[in-house]
């Protein structure tokens, strides 16, 4: 194992961390108030008012940067771990039933990555209104297929083995196999998956935002901070900058992440 | 020297000019939004009288650009006493683009299709007054009405009511057929539409400067602006980003002309359920309201503060800006005496529109200042809100611009989906269809604002400005809009 | 006559091959095997791979339904049981796999893979007495208390197999199957291990059905034999006798072809 | 050979089932999607009467189970509907937008390609150096970059700054195909980049995996130069996992081709789909996110049948 590869792991550690951190502390204190408006102080640029500038309402950019990385975490976490957990139960249960219960759950796979996850989401929008249940619902909609695939083939791998072969004989139940032997050992693939899958709920949050289907106003979120930003390009272009910089980051962050947990665990998958 | 000799120079010069440089006669007109079908008689949203009206299609009567009633294809008329009976003397010689003729059969044919019962026409209402047309001879149209209806030569002015031909109605929404001095050319969707001059123009009075028109959509403000700035576009009338609406002032090639329209931003409010169904709760959010932040805010300054549902260019218009003006403290003394001393919490349905969003925004923070919190519901428009809002008046509040001119009745309107159902307002409306006399409508109008600014069923915010920005060497575009248009008619390039 | 402690009758699996529906096609990996055996004695399979071994051993351990034929284990048929008595009954019957690297999960700590079957087939104990008798079966097979709370892959083969064996012990069965329980394995750890087999089953009067491919292992530790050939047993009959004089081509054939030392 | 052709026939089968699957649940959808397509249409004037009219003239008011026969009939004879908004064929609505989305894909995927192919390559044969590390850094940020940020800074920067490019917007192909393409040539960078990133990573992987094989040693042993070894054996060798996944981020592309088209206000599929949505034009919805649908789930079966017809082990392992 060279040091790039644990390089990776803790490059992508310290920037989640920092996500992380800047996250949890947008909750106590921010530089300025991200949702009171000062009309006067619009649109100042960065260092002549505030670090990162003022938005069109005259908001803070840093503060609601800070507060638009505790939506956007939060809502990433809640999809991928929603997604995460119907997606490994369809995928273990089709791993164990096989058969009709396995083509059903592949082929709903199928169905449900044959449409782009922006035009899903952008139908369930439409149907569900915006707001957070709907982001969250659309990301983990898609994320449950990758997760059935993954955890299909996964786990038929290791039912395949001879533990659990030796836990069925020694009398134990579907469920018990699948929970006590199967899931813990595609743990591993699953907390790969989830981190990258993190970055792509990053990515399609802030892709529904600045859409429009994202959170409302006025919760912070960076994807429609680039939305407004969009309008504003020709007298404010930094307002462009910071929030696409922001997801940027959060993305690289959890993609190092799952390349160095790939690395880790790899040579002792194989 | 004389005069005389001054103007024959200058017309000596303008003629050398000419013919050293023939003026352009193509013109490239922007758009922020693509019109669904281009047949004003059977599709609502304005885009379609944008690229249709006066320019392929024409109404009996027209608007100019004051907003006065004017002749279009009849060339006067007359109203009975008792305002029953309206008879039309129509141009003869008018044919459609096609070659077939407009007479007064034409005319008849238009009405009762706009207000049969297969009917599509959006705003059918307005014909529901017509008990008959009669086509006397080819030139003379004669509408019986069943009460008198006073906005009716007003209405008849407007997209919907414009003629068709019976040939060709059921095409118009892809290939229009009109009287007007454009003929449609073609429709690239999501692109452009192309018009031809019609050198077989009735109106030989007002010259075409035109040879062809394009309108071009574009949906994005900075694509809008990179259009103008490198000349794609020769103007957008109604440009749809007043926040770089500063980024022209520098350009020596383009003109900015702040006008204004009959579009009002109003924040309706749900009058039938709690706590709306309280004026003092309505007043006191009134209260509440900077309108010139929201301006500001949303709208990058650009805007006329409004008191009621009424714009400063229709006839009759009050200033009632002053009657809940913002105050805080006032607002938070009604609140308490209406029984929410700490306030109260309620979800807004705003449309994905800019201004609304933008609006919604602002006005969030400032009921935040009284106490109140207000929730933004995102809603698609049209689709979603319609239903939600307008049909199933299942809100609490929204926010949108009334795009129809002088559609202050629409308060009297039951169920509209305000639910302010007020008699004595219903009244003061029945009073003004009633009457004829512009005097006299437009001290009942000043009633009716009044009463609306008192009761205040909606928050009322601004009237949205008319942000056209052309080149310079371009006359004849419309600087107000007393209703959504392109006319082309007069538009020509100065050298 | 004492009934015997297994006994199968016409077992018969068949798997079906990717075909359309009108024409179905099918690999009948076991096909009518009848055999049985008696309680305290050990029954050798031998076969070539690919001879319908595993599939038996499945069906054996009722980890597969057969197409047709009966499993009856001390008189019940595993086939007929309702599942929450085909799960009692395993405390009576367990099974060895062949590769031990495989068999033991790798993410649980041994402690807890030997006691597996005790918590699984009913047995309730309080956590000092299971903690007891995990340890005595540790000891048994010649590992130490020190082996609970360490993880499969510290250990070598034979010791894993070991493992497995105090695993497939532990609920004090009376029949364990064993699947190939020594080709994983060194030559010089799979004489320990068939000496502890031979030995357990000595001690604890344990029948072993031990399926090979390596006829040696089987003249080693079988009373009875069973030679198994494309899913079926050709030929069954006393170990020494058998091994004597094969009657059956296809036993002559398999016996010609391996190398052995002499007797 | 019998035996491949029903393999494959069980596959163009589970195919088609999951073709009627998904358009059944796209017409389900768009059918309890929230807003009335006559209203949209007819705007806040329109009596109760009128909406009835229009939604009998557009069909509305049939049963669920005809309009879907219908929709599903037309959609095979090639007869997509008519559009509630345009008044037109929806056929002739899509040809117009994939005029646009189509170049635009076929250009992204054509440049990153050409950008992943060399930079993976170099980076796998340059393994740990300064270029290799280069390389992965490029496809580590490409990845994360969100393309409509992208979009928004060669904007800012090419087109609003400098005036170099087109802000947005798309002339058509009759302005002439150097206005076309110069409109295009912004919103396929943003476009690819993440393409790239991807597809980098995959050919270093494959090129490496390859390198490692016998024949590849074969080759350098019987004095073949690194250089010949590469190029006649390495990268052909390689190039099927890069297309595979290449075509398997299709979706990917389609899905950004969505967000790319409303940065740059070019009238695409994406485009047409979002308009229309927001109009409630739901044929012209369905008939978009079935097509995608379709496109992807035919991508993905060209894939599988190239590999099954291709691959001699895969052949031997499924007879």
Redesign the interface.
């Known amino acids: 194992m060279s040091a790039s590869r644990h390089g990776s792991l803790i490059a992508g550690s310290v920037i989640t961390g920092a996500l992380v951190a800047v996250a949890v502390v947008s909750r106590l204190w921010t530089p300025g108030s991200p949702t009171r408006l000062a009309i006067a102080d619009k649109l100042k640029a960065p260092l002549v008012h505030g670090l990162l500038g003022t938005d069109q309402l005259g908001r803070d950019v840093l503060s609601l940067l800070m507060v638009g990385a505790w939506n956007s975490l939060s809502i990433a976490v809640v999809a991928v771990a929603l997604g995460a957990a119907l997606g490994v139960a369809l995928g273990l249960t089709a791993a164990a039933r096989g058969g009709l219960v396995e083509a059903l759950v592949m082929r709903a796979a199928d169905v449900v990555f044959a449409v782009p996850p922006i035009l899903s989401a952008m139908l369930l929008g439409a149907f569900l209104g915006t707001g957070p249940r709907t982001a969250v619902t659309a990301i983990a909609t898609f994320m449950v297929p990758v997760f059935a695939r993954l955890s299909v083939g996964a786990g038929r791998r290791v039912l395949a083995r001879d533990f659990c072969l030796a836990a069925r004989a020694a009398g134990k139940g579907q469920l018990a196999v699948t929970m006590q032997h199967v899931l813990p050992n595609i743990a591993p693939q699953i907390a790969v998956q989830v981190a990258l899958q993190l970055g792509l709920a990053f990515l399609t949050e802030a892709g529904l935002s600045f859409l429009g289907f994202g959170l409302p106003p006025p919760a912070a979120s960076w994807g429609r901070m680039l939305a407004d930003a969009e309008t504003y390009l020709g007298v404010a272009p930094w307002l462009a900058i910071a929030p696409g910089a922001a997801i940027a980051l959060a993305v690289l962050g959890f993609n190092l992440i799952g390349d160095g947990l790939v690395d880790l665990l790899d040579p002792r998958e194989r | 020297m004389s005069n005389r000799l001054v103007i024959g120079v200058l017309a000596g010069l303008a003629l050398m000019a000419g013919q050293a440089s023939a003026a352009k006669t193509t013109l490239v007109v922007g758009m922020n939004i693509e019109p669904a079908g281009l047949d004003p008689t059977v599709a609502a949203p304005v885009a379609v009288g944008q690229v249709t009206w006066q320019n392929v299609f024409e109404g009996l009567v027209a608007l100019d650009r004051s907003g006065a009633i004017v002749p279009g294809l009849a060339e006067s008329w007359t109203i009975s006493p008792d305002g029953l009976v309206y008879t039309f003397k129509l141009r003869s010689g008018v044919a459609f683009h096609d070659g077939s003729p407009f007479d007064a059969s034409v005319a008849r044919f238009t009405l009762d299709r706009a207000r049969g019962p297969q009917s599509l026409n959006p705003q059918k209402r307005f014909f529901s007054t017509i008990a008959a047309v009669e086509a006397p001879d080819a030139t003379t149209l004669v509408v019986r009405l069943s009460q008198p209806t006073g906005n009716l030569l007003y209405w008849l002015a407007w997209p919907a009511a414009v003629m068709v031909s019976p040939t060709t109605a059921d095409g118009d929404a892809t290939h229009p057929v009109g009287t007007g001095p454009f003929r449609f050319v073609s429709w690239q969707k999501g692109d452009r539409v192309e018009l031809a001059r019609n050198g077989d123009y009735w109106n030989h009075a007002t010259p075409i400067a035109l040879e062809t028109a394009t309108f071009r959509f574009i949906a994005d403000a900075q694509a809008e602006a990179a259009a103008l700035k490198s000349g794609d576009v020769d103007a957008f009338p109604e440009f749809g980003a007043p926040e770089l609406m500063a980024s022209f002032k520098d350009d020596p090639r383009l003109v900015t002309v702040i006008g204004n329209t009959e579009l009002k931003v109003v924040a309706g409010m749900n009058n039938a359920v709690k706590p709306f169904s309280d004026a003092r709760v309505r007043r006191a959010l009134m209260l509440a309201v900077d309108r010139q932040m929201v301006i500001d805010g949303a709208w990058s300054g650009y805007g006329t503060a409004i008191g009621s549902h009424y714009t400063p260019n229709d006839p009759g218009y009050v200033d009632l800006t002053g009657v809940y003006p913002h105050d805080v403290a006032k607002a938070k003394a009604l609140l308490a005496e209406a029984g929410y001393p700490d306030g109260f919490a309620f979800t807004m349905k705003a449309p994905q529109m800019a201004y609304a969003m933008r609006s919604a925004e602002v006005l969030q923070a400032m009921f935040a200042d009284i106490g109140v919190t207000m929730t933004i519901e995102p809603t698609e428009f049209p689709a979603k809100w319609v239903q939600d809002v307008f049909k199933g008046r299942t809100y609490a509040m929204t926010i949108v611009a009334h795009a129809e001119p002088m559609d202050i009745d629409i308060y009297a309107r039951d169920p509209y989906y305000f639910n302010y159902a007020d008699p004595a307002f219903a009244a003061l409306m029945r009073e003004v269809e009633a009457t004829t006399d512009p005097t006299a409508r437009a001290t009942l109008y000043a009633a009716a604002q009044r009463k609306l600014a008192e009761d205040v069923p909606a928050l009322y915010l601004f009237a949205m400005p008319k942000l056209g920005v052309w080149d310079r060497r371009l006359t004849g575009l419309w600087q107000n809009e007393p209703i959504p248009s392109n006319v082309l008619t007069d538009v020509r390039w100065s050298d | 006559m004492t009934a015997p402690l297994l006994a199968v009758a016409g077992l018969t699996r068949d798997y079906p091959l990717p075909s359309p529906p009108w024409r179905r096609l099918v690999h009948r990996a076991v096909d009518g095997v009848s055999f049985e055996v008696a309680a305290g004695s050990i029954f050798g399979i031998v076969g070539e791979s690919g001879a319908g071994k595993s599939t038996l051993v499945r069906l054996l351990m009722a980890l597969d339904r057969p197409t047709a034929g009966t499993v009856r284990f001390a008189g019940e048929d595993l086939f007929g049981l309702a599942p929450h008595d085909l799960r009692a009954l395993r405390r009576d019957f367990q099974m060895v796999f062949q590769d031990p690297f495989g068999s033991l999960d790798p993410r649980q700590r041994v402690g807890r893979i030997v006691a597996e079957p005790l918590s699984v087939t009913g047995v309730r104990l309080s956590r000092a007495a299971r903690r007891d008798r995990v340890v005595e079966m540790l000891e048994d097979v010649g590992l130490g208390a020190e082996a609970l709370d360490r993880y499969p892959h510290a250990f070598s083969g034979g010791q894993r197999q070991r493992i497995a064996l105090a695993r497939a012990l532990i609920t004090r069965p009376k029949l364990v199957i064993a699947d190939e329980p020594v080709s994983a394995l060194d030559l010089s750890v799979q004489a320990q291990v068939i000496n502890l087999i031979l030995d357990l089953s000595a001690r604890h009067g344990v029948s072993f059905v031990v399926v090979s491919h390596d006829l040696e292992v089987i003249e080693c530790v079988a009373d009875r034999v069973g030679v198994m050939h494309r899913g079926r047993l050709v030929e069954e009959g006393e170990t020494a006798a058998l091994f004597a004089a094969p009657r059956h081509p296809y036993t002559r054939q398999l016996f010609a072809a391996a190398p052995r030392f002499a007797p | 050979m019998g035996r491949l052709a029903?393999?494959v026939g069980?596959r163009v089968g589970?195919l088609m089932?999951?073709l009627v699957?998904?358009s059944a649940?796209?017409f389900l959808?768009m059918d309890?999607?929230?807003?009335?397509?006559a209203?949209?249409?007819?705007?806040?004037?329109?009596?109760e009467?009128?909406l009835a009219?229009?939604r009998h003239?557009m069909g509305l008011d049939l049963p669920l189970i005809v309009r879907y026969g219908r929709w599903i009939g037309g959609f095979l004879s090639g007869d997509l509907g008519t559009s509630l908004?345009?008044?037109?064929p929806v056929a002739g609505?899509i040809a117009?937008?994939l005029a646009v989305t189509l170049p635009l894909a076929v250009l992204a995927m054509t440049l990153s390609v050409a950008l992943a192919l060399p930079l993976g390559v170099v980076a796998a044969t340059r393994k740990?150096g300064l270029a290799d590390?280069l390389a992965t850094l490029f496809a580590?940020?490409s990845?994360?970059?969100?393309g409509?940020?992208v979009g928004?800074?060669l904007?800012?920067g090419l087109?609003?700054?400098l005036?170099l490019m087109?802000?947005?917007?798309?002339?058509?192909w009759?302005a002439g195909v150097c206005a076309a393409l110069k409109a295009l040539v912004l919103p396929t960078v943003a476009l690819a980049l993440p393409q790239a990133g991807v597809l980098t990573r995959v050919t270093r992987a494959a090129v490496l995996e390859v390198m490692d094989e016998d024949f590849v040693r074969t080759a350098r042993a019987k004095g073949l130069t690194r250089r010949a070894a590469l190029w006649h054996h390495v990268v052909p060798n390689a190039l099927p996992p890069v297309i595979t996944i290449a075509g398997l981020q299709f979706?990917?592309l389609?899905?950004g081709a969505?967000?790319i088209e409303?940065?740059?206000?070019l009238?695409g599929l994406?485009?047409?789909?979002?308009?229309a949505?927001?109009?409630?034009d739901i044929l012209v919805?369905g008939d978009v996110?079935l097509l995608?649908?379709?496109l992807?789930?035919a991508v993905?079966f060209l894939i599988d049948l190239g590999y099954l017809v291709l691959d001699p082990r895969l052949r031997a392992a499924?007879s």
Do not use: C, H, K
Not at chain 4, 39 to 47: H, K, R
Not at chain 4, 143 to 146: E, I, N, T
Not at chain 4, 262 to 265: E, G, T
Not at chain 4, 270 to 275: D, I, M
């Open positions: 029903f393999l069980r589970s089932l999951t699957a998904v649940l796209i959808v309890v999607l929230p807003g009335d397509p209203a949209a249409m007819l705007g806040t004037s329109a009596s009467e009128t009219a229009l003239a908004t345009y008044g037109v609505l117009e937008r740990g590390r580590q940020l990845v994360a970059v969100p409509f940020w928004l800074l904007i800012a087109a609003v700054g005036g087109p802000a947005g917007g798309f002339p058509g009759n979706t990917f389609i899905a969505v967000l409303n940065v740059f206000a009238p994406g485009r047409l789909a979002f308009q949505l927001s109009q409630r919805i996110v995608l649908a379709a992807t789930i993905n499924t």
